[in-house]
């Protein structure tokens, strides 16, 4: 999959995802997996360290502020410790997935210069949106 992106001259994107789970039916798995078959590096992000595949859960919030993408996992009603934290990355957009959407999240993003979307990162990258 990266020869074909590479030879196409797709654009990999570091890709946050907060709200990791170990759980192969979560969305925040499916996501991480989809993610590193297209090629993207990916920090994975969860209350419970552990393993989505080969990608390790992280419990410590990332030092390192170049993401361009976060993906939320993480309903709204627990996004506002993250809120903060998030916009200090400085990424270039926050996807809501579904379930997640939290308007005044989203505005105070687009206030800081970050783009907030509400789409599906699974179907973003089926479609080749993302």
Same mark, same amino acid.
């Given at each position: +999959?990266?020869? !074909?992106?590479?030879?196409? @001259? *797709?654009? +990999?994107?570091?890709? =946050? !995802?907060v709200g990791a789970s170990e759980k192969p039916e979560r969305y925040a798995f499916k996501?991480?997996?989809? =993610? %590193?078959? *297209?090629g993207h590096e990916v920090y994975a992000y969860g209350l419970r360290a552990g393993k989505m595949e080969n990608q390790?859960? $992280?419990? =410590?919030?990332?030092?390192?502020a170049n993401f361009d993408t976060v993906t939320l996992y993480v @309903?709204?009603? /627990?996004? @506002? $410790? *993250?809120?903060d934290k998030i916009i200090a990355l400085?990424?270039?957009?926050?996807?809501? %997935?579904? @379930?997640? $959407? /939290?308007?005044?999240f989203a505005a105070k993003l687009e206030n800081a210069g970050?783009?907030?979307?509400?789409?599906?990162t699974l179907v973003m990258l089926r479609t080749g949106q993302y």
């Open positions: +999959m990266f020869y !074909i992106a590479f030879i196409c @001259g *797709y654009k +990999m994107k570091r890709t =946050l !995802i996501a991480s997996v989809m =993610l %590193n078959e *297209y390790t859960i $992280e419990t =410590l919030w990332p030092s390192q @309903g709204p009603q /627990n996004q @506002g $410790e *993250y809120e400085k990424p270039k957009r926050v996807v809501f %997935n579904p @379930g997640t $959407e /939290n308007p005044a970050i783009s907030a979307v509400e789409a599906c």
